[in-house]
């Protein structure tokens, strides 16, 4: 086939270009040709329309951040009470829409700035922050995440029950010490060793040898707490009787005395924020 002759002939005249006057070798070519051009075509502008959806859910998210942010500052700073989150018409005044945060990804966003701005402050503020927190229902998510089969949910669902001090699932968060997933023990171990108000009794829930990390999340705990009582570790060995060594590495650590061992009740109690 003349390739060259049949551009000439197309191009000079288009109208009088005869497709069955080419042989059938010269319209299968012919057509492979134009199915390419249309396959490169399709390609560059899908290309186009991911990259433009892309920018545009971005500026989306972004958007609809800066939002919230403006909204949970509103909050905070102008000492908002209860009873003002249950006005819609309220909400409004401040850019906020109860039917635009229903939907899940609206909610979401919501949901990570308040944990996020929760977790920077302190004092009535913090506690603002938790009341919009329960007001909004974000607590009532955590039972189903916290025995989510996704093990990002379970930590996450960890994660706010110790952010928020949420106690009605202080039994959830014991039982993930037991998580088969590895990430999931770790993170129930330090939210309960932080919430508990004796570190030490995060040693019941360690069957075997005790390992570095755990040892380090007891003690950073400890040393937190280091202004008030510490126990006398030497107490806790009847009590804990697999981890004696690491009892007496903590006598050590604290120059504690290693008085005579006293047999203890145990008591299990959190912290109350």
């Not at 949970?72 to 109860?98: A, C, P, T």
């Not at 945060?101 to 603002?128: C, D, T, V």
């Not at 229902?137 to 916290?146: L, P, R, Y």
Request: aromatic fraction near 10%; charge should be neutral; glycine fraction near 4%.
């Amino acid at each position: 086939m003349n390739i060259e002759a049949l551009n000439c002939n197309y191009f000079s005249n288009p109208e009088g270009f005869d497709f069955n006057s080419l042989s059938n070798i010269e319209q299968s070519i012919f057509c492979l040709i134009v199915m390419s051009l249309l396959l490169v075509l399709s390609l560059v502008l899908g290309l186009a329309w991911e990259i433009y959806s892309s920018q545009k859910g971005e500026f989306t998210h972004s958007t609809k951040k800066e939002k919230y942010q403006d909204y949970l500052s509103f909050v905070i700073s102008n000492h908002v009470q209860n009873n003002f989150l249950k006005d819609e018409s309220n909400l409004r005044q401040v850019y906020l829409n109860l039917e635009d945060i229903q939907q899940i990804e609206n909610r979401n966003i919501l949901r990570k700035e308040l944990i996020s701005l929760h977790n920077m402050i302190s004092g009535p503020e913090k506690q603002r922050l938790k009341d919009l927190y329960l007001g909004f229902g974000f607590a009532a998510d955590i039972s189903k995440q916290i025995v989510s089969k996704d093990w990002k949910l379970r930590i996450q669902a960890i994660y706010e029950i110790g952010s928020f001090n949420l106690v009605q699932f202080y039994p959830n968060l014991v039982s993930c010490l037991d998580d088969r997933n590895a990430n999931v023990r770790k993170a129930a171990f330090t939210r309960y060793t932080s919430l508990v108000s004796n570190p030490i009794d995060a040693l019941e829930h360690i069957s075997g040898s005790i390992n570095k990390w755990e040892k380090h999340i007891i003690i950073s705990n400890l040393k937190q707490r280091s202004g008030e009582m510490i126990p006398v570790f030497s107490n806790y060995k009847i009590l804990y009787p697999l981890h004696v060594d690491f009892l007496d590495e903590l006598a050590i650590t604290f120059n504690q005395n290693m008085p005579q061992t006293v047999r203890m009740e145990r008591r299990v109690e959190f912290v109350t924020l």
